[in-house]
């Protein structure tokens, strides 16, 4: 638990008895550590890829970080979350690169990082998806 969250709690808590509450309680529990994950650790060119985000602020504005094959970062998407704090976006591959790109995201209002994943941009479909077959 961080100094600043003990102290915190204990302010509360102070105030509480101070005033009289009578009834009051206040419980410091864990936060929940945002977290993304990705429909596929390897998705074609021009497909979509599906990313949901969980354990953010709820309806805040968080910030998706995507970078680049080569190393280069695309400017930061704002997405807004829900009231439970998640979000779903969907990036198309069409505007990447070919190679691996890493990508996270960070909540605006807490300033908490979520994990950071990878995939790659290939240029085969996966066999048996309609887009592999090569109409004329």
Known sequence: MR????????AIAMFAIA???????????????????????????????EVKGTGFTHTH??????????????????????ERGDFTH???TMILELGSHEL???DDRSGRMSNHVQFDVAFDYPAGSRDSRRDP
């Open 3 to 10: 100094f600043g969250t003990v102290r915190l709690a204990l």
């Open 19 to 49: 005033s009289g509450c009578s009834g009051f309680s206040f419980s410091v529990g864990t936060e929940v550590e945002p977290h993304i994950e990705i429909s596929s650790e390897k998705v074609p060119r021009h497909w979509k890829l």
């Open 61 to 82: 504005n968080v910030s998706s970080h995507l970078r680049r094959a080569d190393g280069s970062e695309f400017p930061v998407l704002p997405i807004l979350t829900d």
């Open 90 to 92: 969907t990036i198309d």
């Open 104 to 106: 996270w995201v960070v």
